[in-house]
Protein backbone atom coordinates (compact mmCIF):
# COMPACT_ATOMS: atom_id res chain seq x y z
CA UNK A 1 0.00 0.00 0.00
CA UNK A 2 2.91 1.88 0.54
CA UNK A 3 4.74 1.86 -2.49
CA UNK A 4 1.09 2.39 -4.32
CA UNK A 5 1.34 5.84 -2.66
CA UNK A 6 4.83 7.05 -3.36
CA UNK A 7 4.13 5.53 -6.98
CA UNK A 8 0.90 7.82 -7.42
CA UNK A 9 2.91 10.77 -6.18
CA UNK A 10 5.58 10.20 -8.43
CA UNK A 11 3.28 9.72 -11.24
CA UNK A 12 1.24 13.15 -10.25
CA UNK A 13 4.75 14.84 -9.75
CA UNK A 14 5.74 14.09 -13.41
CA UNK A 15 2.58 15.06 -14.52
CA UNK A 16 2.54 18.81 -12.57
CA UNK A 17 6.66 19.06 -14.13
CA UNK A 18 5.32 18.02 -17.47
CA UNK A 19 2.43 20.30 -17.56
CA UNK A 20 4.46 23.19 -16.21
CA UNK A 21 7.63 22.83 -18.92
CA UNK A 22 5.08 22.69 -21.99
CA UNK A 23 6.13 26.26 -23.87
CA UNK A 24 4.67 28.47 -26.34
CA UNK A 25 7.43 28.87 -28.89
CA UNK A 26 5.91 31.65 -30.13
CA UNK A 27 5.88 33.48 -26.81
CA UNK A 28 9.03 35.46 -25.58
CA UNK A 29 10.78 33.50 -22.52
CA UNK A 30 10.56 35.55 -19.09
CA UNK A 31 12.88 37.84 -18.96
CA UNK A 32 13.96 37.61 -22.87
CA UNK A 33 13.41 40.90 -24.87
CA UNK A 34 10.65 41.89 -26.60
CA UNK A 35 9.63 40.70 -30.19
CA UNK A 36 11.65 42.18 -32.73
CA UNK A 37 9.43 43.99 -35.72
CA UNK A 38 10.23 41.20 -37.90
CA UNK A 39 9.42 38.40 -35.42
CA UNK A 40 5.98 40.37 -34.97
CA UNK A 41 5.46 40.11 -38.77
CA UNK A 42 6.09 36.30 -39.24
CA UNK A 43 4.12 35.71 -36.40
CA UNK A 44 1.33 38.28 -37.56
CA UNK A 45 1.16 36.36 -41.20
CA UNK A 46 1.11 33.03 -39.24
CA UNK A 47 -1.89 34.31 -37.05
CA UNK A 48 -3.26 35.59 -40.08
CA UNK A 49 -2.87 32.91 -42.17
CA UNK A 50 -4.97 30.70 -39.72
CA UNK A 51 -7.82 32.78 -38.44
CA UNK A 52 -8.36 35.72 -41.20
CA UNK A 53 -7.24 34.18 -44.94
CA UNK A 54 -9.99 31.57 -45.32
CA UNK A 55 -12.10 34.94 -45.84
CA UNK A 56 -9.78 37.92 -46.89
CA UNK A 57 -7.08 35.47 -48.57
CA UNK A 58 -3.68 34.14 -48.33
CA UNK A 59 -3.00 37.56 -50.33
CA UNK A 60 -5.26 39.78 -48.74
CA UNK A 61 -7.70 40.37 -51.76
CA UNK A 62 -10.53 39.29 -49.87
CA UNK A 63 -13.56 37.68 -51.75
CA UNK A 64 -15.25 40.16 -54.57
CA UNK A 65 -19.27 40.68 -53.27
CA UNK A 66 -18.64 39.03 -49.90
CA UNK A 67 -15.42 39.56 -47.86
CA UNK A 68 -13.61 43.33 -48.54
CA UNK A 69 -9.99 43.25 -49.87
CA UNK A 70 -7.43 43.72 -46.67
CA UNK A 71 -5.22 44.76 -49.69
CA UNK A 72 -4.62 48.39 -50.27
CA UNK A 73 -7.40 48.68 -48.14
CA UNK A 74 -9.15 52.06 -48.02
CA UNK A 75 -10.30 50.74 -44.61
CA UNK A 76 -6.80 51.03 -43.57
CA UNK A 77 -5.83 54.72 -44.27
CA UNK A 78 -7.51 55.94 -40.84
CA UNK A 79 -5.34 53.78 -39.07
CA UNK A 80 -5.18 50.69 -37.28
CA UNK A 81 -8.00 51.60 -34.62
CA UNK A 82 -11.23 50.30 -36.52
CA UNK A 83 -9.69 47.30 -38.23
CA UNK A 84 -8.73 46.34 -34.25
CA UNK A 85 -12.24 47.14 -33.50
CA UNK A 86 -13.44 44.64 -35.93
CA UNK A 87 -11.58 42.31 -34.79
CA UNK A 88 -12.05 42.89 -30.87
CA UNK A 89 -16.35 42.99 -31.79
CA UNK A 90 -16.86 41.40 -35.10
CA UNK A 91 -18.71 43.42 -38.09
CA UNK A 92 -22.05 42.93 -39.09
CA UNK A 93 -23.98 45.29 -41.72
CA UNK A 94 -22.50 47.14 -44.86
CA UNK A 95 -19.25 48.53 -45.01
CA UNK A 96 -17.09 50.47 -48.02
CA UNK A 97 -13.79 49.27 -49.06
CA UNK A 98 -12.47 50.58 -52.11
CA UNK A 99 -15.51 51.82 -53.59
CA UNK A 100 -17.37 48.78 -53.29
CA UNK A 101 -20.05 47.67 -50.73
CA UNK A 102 -20.15 44.49 -48.55
CA UNK A 103 -22.52 43.33 -46.29
CA UNK A 104 -20.79 40.04 -44.96
CA UNK A 105 -21.31 38.89 -41.12
CA UNK A 106 -17.32 38.84 -39.61
CA UNK A 107 -17.60 36.62 -36.56
CA UNK A 108 -15.17 38.81 -33.51
CA UNK A 109 -12.14 37.48 -32.82
CA UNK A 110 -12.04 38.48 -29.25
CA UNK A 111 -10.80 35.09 -27.85
CA UNK A 112 -7.58 36.03 -29.55
CA UNK A 113 -5.09 37.78 -26.76
CA UNK A 114 -3.61 41.40 -27.34
CA UNK A 115 -0.26 40.22 -28.40
CA UNK A 116 -1.86 38.09 -31.16
CA UNK A 117 -4.47 41.00 -32.54
CA UNK A 118 -1.44 43.52 -32.32
CA UNK A 119 0.41 41.17 -34.68
CA UNK A 120 -2.06 39.98 -37.12
CA UNK A 121 -3.02 44.10 -37.39
CA UNK A 122 0.95 45.21 -37.86
CA UNK A 123 1.12 42.51 -40.25
CA UNK A 124 -1.62 43.82 -42.06
CA UNK A 125 -0.54 47.29 -42.12
CA UNK A 126 2.84 46.19 -43.47
CA UNK A 127 1.74 44.06 -46.14
CA UNK A 128 0.10 44.50 -49.62
CA UNK A 129 0.91 48.28 -50.25
CA UNK A 130 -0.68 48.83 -47.10
CA UNK A 131 0.46 52.55 -44.83
CA UNK A 132 2.68 50.59 -42.78
CA UNK A 133 2.93 51.49 -38.80
CA UNK A 134 3.01 48.74 -36.07
CA UNK A 135 -0.11 48.21 -32.94
CA UNK A 136 1.00 47.06 -29.65
CA UNK A 137 -0.94 44.72 -27.32
CA UNK A 138 -0.81 48.09 -25.18
CA UNK A 139 -3.14 49.76 -28.25
CA UNK A 140 -5.38 46.47 -28.37
CA UNK A 141 -5.77 46.36 -24.51
CA UNK A 142 -7.27 49.71 -24.84
CA UNK A 143 -9.41 49.28 -27.60
CA UNK A 144 -10.64 45.87 -25.31
CA UNK A 145 -11.49 47.78 -23.00
CA UNK A 146 -13.50 50.63 -24.35
CA UNK A 147 -10.78 53.56 -24.57
CA UNK A 148 -9.75 52.57 -28.06
CA UNK A 149 -10.70 53.39 -31.47
Known sequence: MKTMRVFFKIAVLAVLM???????????????????FDERMISGKKLYASHCAACHQANGQGLTGAFPPLAQSSYLLDGPGGTINVILNGLSGPVTVNGMDYNAIMPNLSYLDDGEIAEIVTFVMNSWNNPGGEVSAAEVAAARAGGGD
Not at 21 to 27: H, I
Open 18 to 36: AACSSEDTDAPARGSQPKT
